[in-house]
């Protein structure tokens, strides 16, 4: 099974009848935070406040920080984020990215070639996880007949990927990246299956020992749920930091009323935003429901 490949001005994932929109992360140090995405990441500041700041690529929001004076750390075995997961473009970005988190002394947490994709780990000031990553063609990726995809964890050259760097000076993310996933970390994987496949309607496509991974439209994944952390974790209470929601956009408006009349069949409290609708996962986690383009 081979998807077609999308169009060259959108990515693959965003072109799926659902992907992820932004990330809205709980800190207790804005400014420390703001700075960190914004001089490693490349991010642009695109409003501030006194308690928030947004940011993103291209004019277009990915991430909003927000603090609160009772914020108070997660502890690493909460539920919540494992990793924001920022798509660029292609390779060539991924390497003038890298060598520029090189140059900056940058410490990674890892590098993995997933088959699908190419990704570098690293982890924020406040203990946020954080993936870069570029996608593989589609038409590269290996599909079981069950429309699953093939992932693995291999190791990825750092080396060389650094070595394909352009050798210009590096200009901030590119305008054209995207959180492409979400990856979150949850008390059980079987309920997660039940709410991401069952509820919102994303297809399991892989399976690793601890963790699902859905997506939407043959993609390898939108959102990703283990357990590594946070087997048994209760649902998030109060201020704590990490994520507090993000959003899934729905370029499929007749999949968005589905998945909402499914939502209330299951008697799941949604409401009404100015822009679209917004629910709590099993574990406290928050979704946004936001209609896109057709």
Not at 21 to 34: E, M, T, Y
Not at 45 to 65: H, I, N, W
Not at 167 to 185: E, F, N, S, V, Y
């Amino acid at each position: 099974m081979t998807e077609a490949v999308a169009p060259t001005t959108e990515s693959f994932a965003l072109s799926r009848p659902v992907h992820v929109g932004q990330a809205h992360l709980v800190v207790v140090d804005l400014n420390l935070l703001g700075r960190y995405y914004q001089q490693v990441l490349g991010l642009e500041q695109l409003e501030a406040s006194a308690s928030g700041m947004v940011l993103g690529a291209g004019g277009k929001p990915l991430l909003t920080l927000t603090t609160r004076g009772d914020a108070a750390r997660a502890p690493r075995n909460a539920a919540g984020l494992f990793h924001n997961a920022f798509l660029m473009p292609n390779r060539q970005e991924l390497a003038h990215w890298l060598a520029h988190a090189a140059h900056m002394g940058v410490q990674f947490d890892g590098a993995s070639d997933h088959l699908v994709s190419e990704a570098i780990y690293l982890t924020d000031p406040e203990g946020n996880g954080i993936e870069v990553y570029r996608d593989r063609r589609p038409d590269e990726w290996r599909y079981n007949p069950d429309g699953t995809v093939q992932m693995a964890t291999d190791r990825l050259d750092l080396q060389a990927l650094y070595d394909s760097a352009p050798k210009t000076a590096w200009a901030g993310m590119a305008p054209d990246a995207a959180i492409g996933h979400i990856h979150l970390q949850v008390g059980n994987v079987p309920e997660a299956d039940r709410f991401y496949e069952g509820i919102l309607g994303l297809k399991k496509m892989a399976s690793y020992p601890g963790a699902s991974f859905f997506a939407s439209g043959a993609y390898h994944h939108h959102v990703a749920a283990n357990v590594w952390n946070s087997r048994n974790a209760t649902a998030r209470r109060g201020a704590m930091t990490g994520l507090n929601d993000y959003a899934l956009t729905f370029n499929d408006q007749d999949m968005l009323a589905r998945i909402l009349a499914t939502l209330d069949a299951q008697e799941i409290k949604v409401d009404r935003t100015a822009d679209g609708y917004r629910l709590l996962d099993p574990w406290g986690i928050g979704i946004n429901l936001v209609p896109g383009h057709a």
